[in-house]
């Protein structure tokens, strides 16, 4: 088989995050999660990325239903490799943070078997014979591994059709920086350090720039705290530190100044760098897609960015730990 073009050229500026799918935090019914599927690709959201980990295969098998319902020309479809979703007993299985996760207990596997069958059990819980874009997920402490077999078994996936385009999905900025030195990739998708509060990935989106690399951006809320300072905010899924919620908070409030919404300014903030080609929105209900299908079109007014650009720069971030 021919290899297919790399779709990354053909990727919308908006996406579906998958996450919220699979139970996220809390429970979503499973009908409830296809209908947002359709509606988000109706709105124009029509490249939708998972993860086998994202509630231990939900997220994909509720993909798929949605698909079957949807013509799948024009919609763009990304999963990840890296953990193994095994069947476990009750009181073996493991849950992490979704609440939907079925008995089941996660294997991290960067090996080429394990990204194979990784891969064709995502195809079997999407059902499709093909998907358009695979990432090497999170795999900082496997580094090794995954560029000397999960690389290469994606290379030879996507010569092969199976898969358009391969890449990696991290939240760290040094394991992209190793990829880009060492492998042949199309894409990096870069979660959290490209925000309005951290702006640590810069330099990484220069260098996937200048490497004719795409970026896909994820966690452009750095997991909530730009989305709702006020209830429990996080910042990369732990509670947020007082300085960051006291930023956001400063920042909302230049943001109400301008007729702009917080998060409508965080979404649009990730196109201010050239690289970026995609943002990841997580939605697990409708009014969360129509807010990212309206803060996909929102403007924002250089003086609004000066001030929220005045608000961040005293804010210092260390890489997160690995």
Same mark, same amino acid.
């Given at each position: 088989?021919?290899?297919?073009?790399?779709?990354?050229?053909?990727?919308?500026?908006?996406?579906?995050?998958?996450?919220?799918?699979?139970?996220?935090?809390?429970?979503?019914?499973?009908?409830?999660?296809?209908?947002?599927?359709?509606?988000?690709?109706?709105?124009?959201?029509?490249?939708?990325?998972?993860?086998?980990?994202?509630?231990?295969?939900?997220?994909?098998?509720?993909?798929?239903?949605?698909?079957?319902?949807?013509?799948?020309?024009?919609?763009?479809?990304?999963?990840?490799?890296?953990?193994?979703?095994?069947?476990?007993?009750?009181?073996?299985? $493991?849950?992490?943070?979704?609440?939907?996760?079925?008995?089941?207990?996660?294997?991290?596997?960067?090996?080429?078997?394990?990204?194979?069958?990784?891969?064709?059990?995502?195809?079997?819980?999407?059902?499709?014979?093909?998907?358009?874009?695979?990432?090497?997920?999170?795999?900082?402490?496997?580094?090794?591994?995954?560029?000397?077999?999960?690389?290469?078994?994606?290379?030879?996936?996507?010569?092969?059709?199976?898969?358009?385009?391969?890449?990696?999905?991290?939240?760290?900025?040094?394991?992209?920086?190793?990829?880009?030195?060492?492998?042949?990739?199309?894409?990096?998708?870069?979660?959290?350090?490209?925000?309005?509060?951290?702006?640590?990935?810069?330099?990484?989106?220069?260098?996937?720039? $200048?490497?004719?690399?795409?970026?896909?951006?994820?966690?452009?809320?750095?997991?909530?705290?730009?989305?709702?300072?006020?209830?429990?905010?996080?910042?990369?899924?732990?509670?947020?530190?007082?300085?960051?919620?006291?930023?956001?908070?400063?920042?909302?409030?230049?943001?109400?100044?301008?007729?702009?919404?917080?998060?409508?300014?965080?979404?649009?903030?990730?196109?201010?760098?050239?690289?970026?080609?995609?943002?990841?929105?997580?939605?697990?209900?409708?009014?969360?897609?129509?807010?990212?299908?309206?803060?996909?079109?929102?403007?924002?007014?250089?003086?609004?960015?000066?001030?929220?650009?005045?608000?961040?720069?005293?804010?210092?971030?260390?890489?997160?730990?690995?």
């Amino acid at each position: 088989m021919v290899r297919a073009t790399p779709p990354v050229a053909d990727l919308p500026r908006l996406g579906l995050g998958g996450a919220a799918l699979g139970g996220l935090y809390t429970h979503v019914d499973d009908d409830e999660a296809v209908a947002l599927v359709v509606e988000a690709v109706r709105r124009g959201l029509r490249y939708i990325d998972t993860a086998p980990l994202y509630g231990h295969g939900t997220s994909e098998l509720r993909i798929g239903r949605a698909l079957s319902g949807i013509p799948r020309a024009g919609v763009i479809i990304s999963t990840k490799v890296g953990r193994l979703i095994e069947t476990a007993s009750a009181e073996h299985s $493991e849950r992490d943070i979704f609440a939907d996760a079925p008995p089941t207990r996660v294997v991290r596997d960067y090996s080429r078997s394990g990204v194979l069958r990784s891969v064709e059990s995502s195809l079997r819980r999407l059902g499709t014979d093909r998907v358009d874009v695979v990432y090497v997920h999170d795999p900082e402490d496997h580094m090794d591994d995954a560029i000397s077999e999960a690389v290469p078994a994606l290379a030879e996936l996507r010569e092969q059709g199976v898969v358009g385009a391969i890449g990696v999905g991290t939240n760290l900025i040094d394991v992209p920086r190793r990829f880009l030195a060492e492998c042949d990739i199309d894409v990096v998708l870069l979660a959290g350090r490209w925000t309005l509060l951290d702006r640590t990935g810069e330099s990484l989106l220069d260098s996937c720039g $200048e490497r004719g690399v795409a970026v896909v951006l994820g966690g452009i809320m750095n997991s909530g705290l730009l989305a709702d300072p006020d209830n429990n905010p996080t910042f990369d899924y732990l509670p947020a530190a007082d300085r960051l919620v006291a930023a956001a908070k400063a920042m909302r409030q230049e943001c109400t100044r301008a007729g702009v919404s917080l998060g409508a300014a965080a979404v649009q903030h990730a196109f201010r760098h050239p690289s970026v080609r995609t943002v990841l929105v997580g939605c697990r209900n409708r009014p969360e897609v129509d807010f990212a299908a309206v803060a996909g079109g929102v403007d924002v007014d250089a003086d609004l960015w000066q001030a929220l650009d005045i608000l961040a720069e005293p804010l210092q971030f260390a890489e997160p730990a690995s």
